[in-house]
Structure formats: C-alpha cells, structure tokens
C-alpha cells in the first residue's frame, strides 16, 4: 500500500494549508520531516525541514485503527500559501509518498472500515448538499443514524436467532420443540420497521435529488418575467412577442432549505414555427416529470393537459387590476413562493434515512426471507434470520462493486 498525500484545503491563499499524509510510512516520512512526532492526536509546533527549512506548522499524528483513514496518518497544517504547499509536497514526494487520487482518503477509509459504505455515500451527498434540508440528511447517515438503526433490527434478529437454535438444541429426537412465540413476535417488528424505512425511501430520494417547479401556462402569460422576478436577476429574455422562450431555463435555488430549480417553458400553443414546436415539446415532457407546476395565466386557468393534484393556478400581471402576482411590482411572489415550499415540504413529510436504491434493495430482500411461515422447521427458519441479517448488513456496507464506488468517489476532490 502505497503512502499518499494531498492538500486537504482548497488550495489557495487562507489562514492555513492542511496538507495530508497517510500510509504505512506515514509515520516515518513525518519524522523525517518535522523530528520526533507529538504524542497521538496532539497538536504541536515543529519546524519542517527538507535540507531547508520549510515551514513552522502545526503537526498531528494520528495512528493506524484511529484516524480517518485507519492508517497511520500525519497532518500539517501549514501556514496557508501555495509555494509553503507545493516545497511541503516536494519533501513529501523524495520521501517516498506520492500524491492521492480524487477520494483515495475516503476509499481506505471505507477498505479500513473506519467509514461504512452507507456513510461514504451520505459523505458524498453532504459535499454535493445545496440546501439545509439535504445536508441534515445527510448529516444524519454520517453521524452513524442509518447503522445505529440497522444494528438495533440486527440484535432482534440475533436474539430471535439464539431462540431459534436453543429450541434446536433441546429438541427430543421423537417431539421437536416448539419454536418460542417470542421468535415470531422479533421476526414481526423486524420486518414492520423495514416497511417504515420503505415507505420513506422515495420521499428521502426526492429531498436528496432536489426538487423542480415548472412554470408553465400560455405564450406572453408571464412566465419568464415570474422567473427574473424569482431569480432576481434577468435569467430569461421577456418580450412582447410570443413564442420567446424556447428552450427550458432553469433556476436553481434554496426556499426554505429545500432545493429547488424552477423551470421556464415555452408558452404552450399550436405552432408552424418548428423550432417554437420542439420549444413547446420540451416544455410539456419537463413540465409533466416535474414536482409542481405553477399554471400561470392572465385569466387564472390553467392548461388542463398537464394539471395534477398540488399544482398551483397563479394570476398574473395583478398590477393591471385583479387578484394573483406580479411580475412587476412583485406583489405576491413571496406567498406563493411559501405555497409553494410548504406543498414540496408536504410532499417530502414520511422522508426516512433510506437515500439510495441500494440501500431499500437490501432492505425488500431482508424482509422477503424473513417472510417465513411460522409451520417451517426450525432450520429453516434459523437460515431465514441469518440470511436476513446479512441483508441487513449491506445496507450499511463495506463492500461494493468497483464501479459503483468509482461513480461515487468520483464527486470528491483531490484530499477527500
Ligand atoms: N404589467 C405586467 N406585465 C407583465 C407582467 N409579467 C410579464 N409582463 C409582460 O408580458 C409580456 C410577456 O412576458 P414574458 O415574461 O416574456 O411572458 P412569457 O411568454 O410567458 O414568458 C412582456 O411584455 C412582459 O413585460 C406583469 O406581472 N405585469
Ligand atoms: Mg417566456
């Protein structure tokens, strides 16, 4: 195994550079470099020398089993400039260690088992959060909520499984003992709790994914002047002239800690003008996948092809006279902005920890073998708890195939 090291800040000038180092030789290169190490998990002054001196920087030693990648690691935090980065790095390369690809940090972690896969992922979603909503959720999965929950089901089923194999033990030849009432009673919450954690996955996968809110409604109704007015700067061309819009304009932005991209469409009519028709085209198929769909008009109808329960139907243009928004004074915009944050936030109410299709995968199969006739022999009922325990297990994970954790790792930097 090879020792790696990389700047964990964004490179640049700050107040500090931390640069990481960390492998077998961890230890070894840091002494080389900056003398004897403090003790573990203490910060001390020492001067860096390579030949030359190189910095005053705060050194910390992390030994193998109790740092973030379960290696033996060292961190410098240098004071923050380039050239102090780039001559620490040089030492660090005749020394023997070479630079860390993007997410290596993390992937020994993971190898180590210092981090489970579950919070690998949470870790990638809490880097890419855009909004509060999505970074407590992901906070919660690396906080340890997600293996703390499967742990609790996992002692049920060991208890349920240590049942099992006592009636195993004392049954008679000729009268097989009854398996306790208590194992189906385990059996039972177990599999009531994952259809909870189910339920919840598309909620918790639409808050990960974020949210869009299509505008959608006649040519000149408003609608690129809805969405300037929201994004507070002039995003989309306005005119006069129907069939501006073409393509579909996205926001993306935070209301009230979810994340949301509003979607400017086409005005939805019959059209000889081809490219206007593809315009019209995209806008129906983005309009229909999307969350919520803001129908807005003059008259306050809304197009009935793609009107679903929760959409709202906005007047507009109300500085003319009449009740709705207003694009140009802004009368309006903010409660239906709240309209419509709270019918996105009622949509996402049941969101439980289950984020990912992986994990509600392992999470159907787990309760599928648990779904086991109380008449079955105790053998096979013993196998049905172990089975499900072992799919429980990979909901947290270790392992995973390469490219599964190729895709993920490939969203951290270098020094993640
Ligand atoms: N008075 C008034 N005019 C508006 C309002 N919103 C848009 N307009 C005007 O209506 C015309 C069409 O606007 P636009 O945003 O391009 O509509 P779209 O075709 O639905 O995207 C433009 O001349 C805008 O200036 C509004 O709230 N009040
Ligand atoms: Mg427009």
Known sequence: MDTIYAEATPSGRGGVSVVRLSGPEARAIGEAIAGPLPEARRAELRLLRDGEQIDRALVIRFDGGSSFTGEPVVEFHLHGAPVIVRRLERALRDHGARIAEAGEFTRRALLNGSLALSEVEALSDLLSAESEAQRQQAMKIVSGDLARWTGMLRDRLVRAGALIEASLDFADEDV?????????????????????????????ERLRAGFEVAIVGPPNAGKSSL??????????????????????????????????????????????????????????????????????????????????????????????????????????????????????????????????????????????????????????????????????????????????????????????
């Open 176 to 204: 097989p003992e009854e398996v306790p009432a208590e194992v189906f009673d385990l059996l039972a919450r177990v599999r009531q709790d994952i259809g909870i954690a189910i339920a919840g996955y598309p909620a918790a």
């Open 227 to 416: 969405l300037n007015r929201i994004a507070q700067r002039e995003l989309a061309l306005v005119s006069e002239i129907a069939g501006t819009t073409r393509d579909v304009i996205e926001l993306h932005t935070e209301l009230g800690g979810l994340a949301v991209t509003f979607l400017d469409t086409a005005g939805l009519r019959e059209t000889r003008d081809m490219v206007e028709g593809m315009g019209v085209e995209r806008a129906r198929a983005r309009a229909s996948a999307a969350d919520i769909r803001v129908h807005l008009s003059e008259d306050g109808q809304a197009i009935s092809e793609l009107l679903r329960d929760g959409d709202l139907v906005v007047r507009t243009k109300a500085d003319l006279g009449g009740p709705g928004v207003s694009a140009v004074t802004g009368a309006g915009v903010r409660e239906m902005l709240d309209e419509i944050r709270n019918r996105l936030a009622g949509q996402v109410a049941g969101a439980g920890m289950i984020t990912r299709q992986r994990q509600a995968q392992a999470l159907e199969d787990a309760a599928r073998v648990l779904d086991v006739h109380p008449d079955q022999p105790a053998e096979v009922l013993a196998e049905a708890v172990r089975a499900a325990s072992h799919r429980l297990g990979e909901v947290v994970g270790r392992i995973a195939p390469d490219d599964y954790l190729d895709e993920i790792f490939s969203s951290f930097c270098i020094g993640k």
